[in-house]
T-cell receptor, first 109, second 111 residues
């Protein structure tokens, strides 16, 4: 069975500070991996996707970047957080069906 | 761009009754997924359909790519069915695996 782990569970950060969110997926080899973001009260938006190690495609520009250093790992980061980065971040893995991780709640103050 | 119109936005059901949620698509989609939001805000997979219908317990989903819609039927609703349900569709071209989400349906089952 496929399991997706995200870290941290939640974070409160200052504007201008760096951010790194992690996601690992176990149980599937070479899955497509995705980062989603949902602002409070907003719709879930796909941010990035990756079909293989080292290859990441951006879907929505939010002054964030993503990397896939390993087959089972997907990292979302930025060097300078904005207030608008607050929200709920979901990582998803896919082999036909997309399965979502538990999410990370981020509050930028 | 691709749009997914989900309805209704909210639904109240008495225990034991049933109803349906619907998603209409503005373009041809090649697959649809239905999710339910858990208590933490993450999404639990209910169904993945590339065509036809699937059933799981008291839930049943249908997808018609040509007619551009999908439905999720809840029968014999129970209190634990309360929650927010989302459809998400995968388009036929463009980004691999790009899911476009509906805005969700808040389902409340009342005794």
């Amino acid at each position: 069975a496929q399991t997706i782990h995200q870290w941290p569970v939640a974070e409160i950060k200052a504007v201008g500070s760096p951010l790194s969110l992690g996601c690992t997926i176990k149980g599937k080899s070479s899955p497509n991996l995705y980062w989603y973001w949902q602002a409070t009260g907003g719709t879930l938006q796909q941010l990035f996707y990756s079909i293989t190690v080292g290859q990441v495609e951006s879907v929505v520009q939010l002054n964030l970047s993503a990397s896939r250093p390993k087959d089972d790992q997907f990292i979302l980061s930025t060097e300078k957080l904005l207030l608008s980065h607050s929200g709920f971040y979901l990582c998803a893995g896919e082999k036909d069906t997309q399965y979502f991780g538990p999410g990370t709640r981020l509050l930028v103050l | 761009g691709d749009q997914v119109e989900q309805s209704p936005s909210a639904l109240s059901l008495h225990e034991g009754t049933g109803s349906a949620l619907r998603c209409n698509f503005t373009t041809t989609m090649r697959a649809v997924q239905w999710f339910r939001k858990n208590s933490r805000g993450s999404l639990i997979n209910l169904f993945y359909l590339a065509s036809g219908t699937k059933e799981n317990g008291r839930l049943k989903s249908a997808f018609d790519s040509k007619e551009r819609y999908s439905t999720l039927h809840i029968r014999d609703a129970q209190l634990e069915d309360s929650g927010t349900y989302f459809c998400a569709a995968k388009n036929t071209g463009g980004l691999s695996g790009k899911l476009t989400f509906g805005e969700g349906t808040q389902v409340t089952v009342i005794s």
